[in-house]
């Protein structure tokens, strides 16, 4: 069975540096795209990194620079390391699989983690 | 960066109703286009893909169309199970990005 479990949210000060964890389970990460998605609260959907391979990444703007995506894949597990977090970046964070493996970059497909929240607040 | 822009950002209706959402695309975004539902405090969930391509295990009433700049999620008959928010995806390009939603609420 697929699943795909978050850990690493929790209360930080701005300015201060986050690690999400996301282990994946039935399926080997390495061969399909893996993204970040992140949604504050009462808000929308916002897609915030993708990864498949070392030359493969992706970041939104709003995270460019300050959030680093990553993969080990002896652990099948996704990482997103936040530095320098703001405010805004207050959401919860869900990791999600494409759809398919060597399918089209970012078809987000029907396996999400639970979600981890992150609070960022002095 | 592409703009998607979903319509209505809420609406009412009754079981039984045909339901249309609307997503527009600032650029051409061939049929690279997926919707997703989402109830609240919990993942979203998948519903169409390849803008009119239904995802393994989502009823028929769900259907997608379009292509370009234009798409369209309908429910042909909206039953309880299906008030929640939902989102259409542009992947076509990063960053890929997803329109504001739109609350299906029961009338």
């Known amino acids: 069975e697929v699943q795909l479990v978050e850990s690493g949210g929790g209360l930080v000060k701005p300015g201060g540096s986050l690690r999400l964890s996301c282990a994946a389970s039935g399926f080997s990460l390495s061969s399909y795209g893996m993204n970040w998605v992140r949604q504050a609260p009462g808000k929308g959907l916002e897609w915030v990194s993708f990864?498949?391979?070392?030359?493969?990444?992706y970041y939104a703007d709003s995270v460019k620079g300050r959030f680093t995506i990553s993969r080990d894949n002896a652990k099948n597990s996704l990482y997103l390391q936040m530095n320098s977090l703001r405010a805004e970046d207050t959401a919860v964070y869900y990791c999600?699989?494409?759809?398919?493996?060597?399918?089209?970059?970012?078809?987000?497909?029907?396996?999400w983690g639970q979600g981890t929240l992150v609070t960022v607040s002095s | 960066d592409i703009q998607m822009t979903q319509s209505p950002s809420s609406l009412s209706a009754s079981v039984g109703d045909r339901v249309t959402i609307t997503c527009r695309a600032s650029q051409d975004i061939s049929n690279w286009l997926a919707w997703y539902q989402q109830k609240p405090e919990k993942a979203p969930k998948s519903l169409i893909y390849?803008?009119?391509l239904l995802q393994s295990g989502v009823p028929s009433r769900f259907s997608g169309s379009g292509s370009g700049t234009d798409f369209t999620l309908t429910i042909s008959s909206l039953q309880p199970e299906d008030f929640a928010t939902y989102y259409c995806?542009?992947?076509?390009?990063?960053?890929?990005?997803f329109g504001g939603g739109t609350k299906v609420e029961i009338k």
């Open positions: 995806l542009q992947y076509n390009s990063f960053p890929l990005t």
């Open positions: 999600a699989r494409d759809r398919l493996p060597g399918g089209r970059f970012g078809e987000l497909g029907d396996y």
């Open positions: 390849a803008a009119s």
């Open positions: 990864l498949i391979s070392g030359s493969d990444i």
